[in-house]
């Protein structure tokens, strides 16, 4: 897609200037509008990530007999390795799985708990109002290794020491540094060398003034740390991660340096089953994992998006945009009062999702103007008491739709020594406000920005997708949607086309302030401008952004047989096949 330059489009927005923006791109022979490049078909297996190593390693996986769950697992934590500005062993993960000898979808979600000993009151004698974005209080428990397991246990046909190989591997011999990686690797080395092990395991020494600095683009990576450590867990399984020498290792590093996280928060956590729920778009069923992750949102903006003809408006009308950022306040101001812990507020999903409760929320949507504040549709009664998206699809049919994060970036900044990861820093997403669905309590899992997607049609597997990105998940699993099944976009030009990023709604995070002022919309570089001038006639606050417009991968089922596969242009990664 021919694209004008994010900064040179700003420039000219500076100097007054009316700048065209192109709305297809002409160059491609196919006359496909929006594709950087085409769709990847293959007859066997597919696999799609945001690093071109790690999806050739879920393929070899594959090719040595390993199913697509096993491919899944050694991708995972191979990008562990490459990509730790977005995820690792640190973090926490969610699937779904389509099996095919059961013909039904399975969801796993491995989000680990706030620390025992760490309570509101502790935050409150701080004089905190927010959780702090960086260092010991924002840690939760790492569900990473154990949701593999899990995984593993019910689908893998392989040992786990095998599935670590590649990873360990790697770890060992280095890696050459991927270019949007380092550029975010680079961003967060000033945040976090101060904590304790960071500088020490994911910095390298440049010499002189660059003493400590991030790898730079094409230079090679090694992190033997972490071999040691993957090493451990293929030889001991998931207890030697939540029980051995490495949970041992993880207490005395907190325990050292004003953190909460013990021993005995890593040996009492399990992850769990759990139920997708779906709602139909058009003949599609979309499926998503339920709270405390966000998934549901996009369920509730396609319900509210489906009355309106969107193939009629068009693309990058001022219609379609509007009417998704519209979709999408009202939808993320149900997940800003209601999604949480199931163990601590049981959100009302079979009514949030339904088509009636769409309906009537549908009803406060204005085609003429923006709306500035959105009230939720469900008031909880309350008792007491930076990512990366991957998919992969095997010769049996077997489907895995996996997300996995640090959250911020890097995550917390703490790297236990020796062991070669950092801890998430989740526990950020938690509320420092009592009475809140969503508010910190000891042995809790904080609301999930984190979500994998899965579409079925007539019961069978369609799509395996996702597009990471914190707030911008949702917004762009229906986006996806909705270019696939309203505009008839491929499966590359769904993820390719100019994306919609609505900014400042109601979180359910931190002070959890209201939205008045109706927020931001960003739009990527690619929409008319006669769109934005229409969308600020509406009242729309509209501006140009770089970056948060997420992660996207995809496997469709190809009709003839076998897979269709798409990868994020604006990432690192590839899909390929076999």
Do not use: C
Request: hydrophobic share 40%.
């Amino acid at each position: 897609m021919r694209l004008f330059p994010l900064r040179a489009l700003s420039a000219a927005l500076a100097l007054g200037l009316v700048v065209a923006l192109p709305s297809q791109a002409a160059d491609r022979i196919t006359g496909e509008p929006f594709a950087t490049r085409s769709e990847v078909y293959a007859p066997h297996a597919m696999a799609a990530t945001s690093h071109p190593l790690a999806t050739q390693v879920a393929l070899d996986v594959m090719k040595g007999g390993g199913s697509a769950v096993d491919a899944a697992i050694a991708a995972n934590a191979a990008l562990g390795l490459m990509e730790p500005t977005g995820n690792g062993i640190g973090g926490d993960l969610f699937a779904i799985v389509w099996d095919p000898k059961t013909k039904k979808l399975y969801g796993y979600n491995g989000s680990g708990r706030s620390p025992k000993s760490l309570t509101l009151a502790e935050f409150q004698r701080r004089g905190l109002t927010d959780i702090p974005a960086h260092g010991p209080l924002p840690v939760t428990v790492p569900g990473t290794v154990d949701a593999w397991f899990a995984l593993h246990e019910k689908f893998g046909r392989q040992p786990m020491a095998q599935n670590l190989a590649p990873a360990i591997r790697y770890a060992r011999e280095g890696h050459p540094v991927h270019e949007v990686i380092a550029y975010y690797w680079d961003r967060s080395v000033p945040r976090l060398s101060k904590w304790p092990g960071f500088a020490e395991q994911f910095t390298v020494d440049g010499g002189g003034t660059d003493k400590r600095r991030a790898p730079r683009t094409g230079e090679m990576w090694k992190n033997p740390n972490l071999a040691s450590t993957l090493e451990k867990i293929g030889k001991g399984g998931r207890d030697a991660f939540y029980k051995g020498d490495i949970a041992r290792t993880i207490d005395a590093y907190f325990k050292a340096n004003d953190g909460f996280l013990s021993y005995e928060d890593l040996a009492a956590h399990r992850g769990n089953w759990v139920e997708p729920v779906s709602t139909n778009y058009r003949g599609i069923d979309v499926w998503e994992l339920p709270p405390n992750g966000q998934g549901i949102a996009a369920l509730q903006m396609l319900n509210l998006l489906e009355p309106y003809d969107l193939k009629k408006y068009g693309f990058g009308s001022p219609e379609h945009v509007h009417l998704v950022a519209e979709a999408k306040k009202l939808a993320f101001a149900d997940r800003a009062a209601s999604y949480a812990d199931p163990d601590f507020y049981k959100a009302p999903v079979e009514k949030l999702i339904s088509k009636a409760y769409a309906r009537e929320r549908g009803k406060l949507v204005s085609m003429d103007a923006a709306a500035k504040a959105v009230e939720p549709g469900v008031i909880p009664e309350l008792n007491e008491g930076d990512t990366i998206y991957m998919t992969v699809a095997d010769d049996q049919g077997m489907m895995v739709s996996l997300i996995q994060s640090n959250y911020r970036g890097m995550g917390s900044g703490m790297a236990p020594p020796g062991l070669g990861f950092i801890f998430q820093d989740r526990g950020e997403q938690f509320v420092l406000k009592p009475g809140h669905p969503n508010t910190y309590a000891p042995g809790k899992r904080p609301f999930h920005t984190i979500i994998p997607a899965f579409a079925t049609k007539d019961g069978k597997p369609w799509l395996s997708f996702g597009v990471m990105g914190g707030a911008m998940q949702p917004q762009g699993h229906a986006q996806i949607i909705v270019n696939l099944v309203d505009f008839g976009m491929n499966l590359q030009e769904a993820g390719d086309a100019p994306r919609i990023h609505h900014d400042g709604s109601t979180e359910p995070a931190g002070q959890n302030t209201a939205m008045s002022d109706g927020g931001v919309l960003e739009l990527e570089t690619g929409f008319p401008y006669e769109t934005i001038q229409a969308l600020m006639r509406k009242g729309h606050a509209v501006k140009f952004a770089d970056g948060p417009y997420g992660g996207y991968q995809a496997i469709m089922v190809n009709p003839n047989g076998g897979y269709i596969g798409a990868s994020e242009s604006r990432k690192d990664g590839q899909a390929a096949g076999y």
